[in-house]
């Protein structure tokens, strides 16, 4: 069935239940109501037409004063009959009045934008700054309801609302009623919001594959809330400040957004810290933009992610306490590929030089080791081969002037690399570009010659 919105679908016993000695309205799903509801317009529409030809009801003090279609006062002291009738009741806010004052309030909660599967996704708000009070909404799907924000003697929650959709495998959304629309308070009126949600394309792990996960890819990933700011260095803009850590625990951005998509519909402390975050109803902490990640702003600070792995260095973008984003240099990312002759010498070991530099070119004695970008003062992509089958390297494209080199310009390279007993020397050149997931490979010769009888 649909929503009421036609007073002639009404009828007392029926739908609607007056009870005058009682001074009792009661709303039952029966006839031409279902849990679609009655609009507050309509069901007022109906009262004033039974009042006006029921010869029962005309000396009984009437139930309703309207402010507007979507506002309206129950007096004379009149109610409805129960919660279960005020749950029916759509499209307006109202408030239960006696000689002047108001003893409960209720407003219309309506959400804007489409729900991806009305029938299971489900929204949940929270009326006050307790993270851990959350209320579902009474249907699932698009919400249209009443929600009661005020009673006399007991609660006023008029000036707090915040509502969430998040369902695993989908994208988020949430809202801060005051704070969006600019509201000192709330009152008995109807609300409008937008509050939807689509597939996320992603999220691929179910949550049994991030709870029973026994490695590092979901259970080390974490975050931490701080009450100082956390400095952080390295960026293009220079240093910034956050308060919000993720441990990414050099996972993939992907595994780290499932991760904390997760954490933020746990109905647990999520804070790895000594403070306490409520999974369910703290701030979004992330978001993807094509391939990148970016980090949200949050009510407490800037958001940023340490112990990222390497190949994400150029897809991670960070808000700060201040609002600015801020991002890495460019580094580039390779493997050096080791065959089996390198990996079975125990004395193996390779070195990346730069083949041209100002400073020395490869086949001189001033030939320059070039620099992993995660130390560019003395981490050099250089080492014993020891049994790996390759090695992961990082390279500062932005900023690497090793020599007197240009930086941010494509680095010619040559590596080398010698064992003793099984690998022969052997060399191969190769351009560091402006890229990721680069592959050079070293394939020495098995060693037929090489004798040391002490």
Known sequence: MAKIVDPDNLNQGTEVIINSTAKTITLQKAGFLSDDGVS??????FIKEEWRYDA?????????????????????????????????????????????VTEKAFFNLTTLGSFDDSGTDQAYYIQRSDQTNVIYTNLTGEVNQAIQFFSLGNYDYSQY?????????????????????NLASLTYRKYALPLSNTADVNITASDNDIETDTGATYSAVTVTYYAVAQTKTGFVQGSADFHVIINAADQPRAAVYEKIQYLL??????????????GQTADELLSF?????????????????????????????FVTDTGTTVYYPYVATGTINFNDNLQNDSDAYFWMFFTTNPGGNYGTADAIIVQDASDSTDNYI??????????????DYDN??????????DADITIVAIGLNIAQYVSTTGTIGRSKGQQFSLVAPLERNYENPG
């Open 161 to 181: 609302f915040k509502i969430f959709l998040r369902e695993q495998g989908k994208i988020y959304d949430s809202y801060d009623l005051l704070f969006e629309q």
């Open 40 to 45: 507050l317009k309509t069901l007022y529409s």
């Open 400 to 409: 690497n002037g090793q020599g007197g080199r240009s930086s941010g310009t």
């Open 382 to 395: 250089m080492g014993l081969v020891g049994g790996a089958s390759s090695y992961q390297f990082t390279f």
């Open 265 to 278: 519909r746990q109905q647990v402390d999520i804070d790895s810290g000594a403070g306490f975050v409520w």
């Open 56 to 100: 029962s009801l005309i000396p009984i003090l009437f139930p309703f004063t309207p402010i507007t279609d979507e506002q309206f006062e129950l007096i004379n002291g009149w109610d409805f009959a129960d919660s279960t009738s005020e749950l029916l009741i759509r499209d307006g806010g109202w408030a239960v009045t006696s000689a002047g």
């Open 289 to 317: 933009v094509g391939s990148d990640l970016y980090t949200k702003s949050t009510s407490y600070g800037g958001v940023f992610i340490e112990n990222h792995n390497a190949d994400d260095t150029n897809n991670l973008f």
